[in-house]
């Protein structure tokens, strides 16, 4: 597998190739639980990628996201998570919090950014002293060992670094998706974590700031790209192997879709490259081009699974089907939150009286 679709590779991305296909052999043992993912983070710091918060080379983490995602989409949005909280920290950590992130990646940490509230959100408790609630939807269970939280909410959201290895504290149960599993994500309890043992990230709605929230979400959109390309070529192995890949229909279709991922594949990296914090009007430009590569890329990878489907057919649902695999990771993963709001902001800029359409493209 992953045969087809190579991306032209320099030689620096050699081992990150060689990487590639041993997620992608191993991806099924541990969407199935027989396997940790832990092991599959730690080969990409085989190849530096946990040091790396992607700012360097936008286009060349674009392209890496995407190649990652096409093995394993579980893989990728650990690693993706992983980047954020590197990112968020040099953005808007002090040098003392820099210092501290850097020596706990050095010590061996694996990072996480976990976002979504629970019942009852994180906030500081009313003793002062400690954090009240709890975050849903924490990849990385057992894996990240420090995550990046939002504590607080609407203006006076804050992030702060928690330690995450109290698996006391972590749940899993709930996740209860049809993709995605070897995330290992679910409910992390915060309830009682001493403030004083928070590694604070900037002040009080600097989450919010541009280029670095809604810019950010060019990372999303290579991972989907990404999948739509591994789920395509998962297919055509399957079609090769049946002697029907070279049926007209079927090459019209895979044709059809590979094409659209590859336009799409360039407006991630045109995303990419606004989000650099020193491009040109990049608190204005970035967003716009983050939010609709994500939305492109939406699409597409929707368009890519209707593909494959058609394609392959009812072997296509079977237990243990490579691409019925990979095509419900994908559609779980497709599913991140404001998405309308998002296209609303898109159409918004763009259409607005007065501003160029033309800025964006």
Partial sequence: MMRDLEMTTSPDDTALHEIARRLDDGAAARDAGTAPIRPALLALREVGLLDDDGTPDPALTARRLMRIGAADLSVGRLWEGHMNALYLAQIHGDAQARAAVQALVADGAILGVWGADGAVPVAPGADGLTLDGSKVFASG???VTHAVVTVSSGPQVRLGIVDA??????????WQMPGMQATASG?????GTALCCVIWLGDPGVYVTEPHFVGGVWRIAALQVGGALGLLDAAATVLRTRGRLSAPAQMDRLATAVIAAMAASALVTRAALAAVPDAPDAADRAPILSAAARLATEGIA?????TVEQS???PHFEAGSVTGRKARDLSVYLRQAARDALQTRVGAACFAEGDDLWTYL
């Fill in 141 to 143: 269970l057992g894996t």
């Fill in 165 to 174: 290895t109290d698996w006391g504290r972590a749940d899993p149960a709930p």
């Fill in 187 to 191: 409910h992390y309890d915060l309830q």
């Fill in 302 to 306: 929707l368009d890519a699974i209707r």
């Fill in 312 to 314: 392959i057919g009812l």
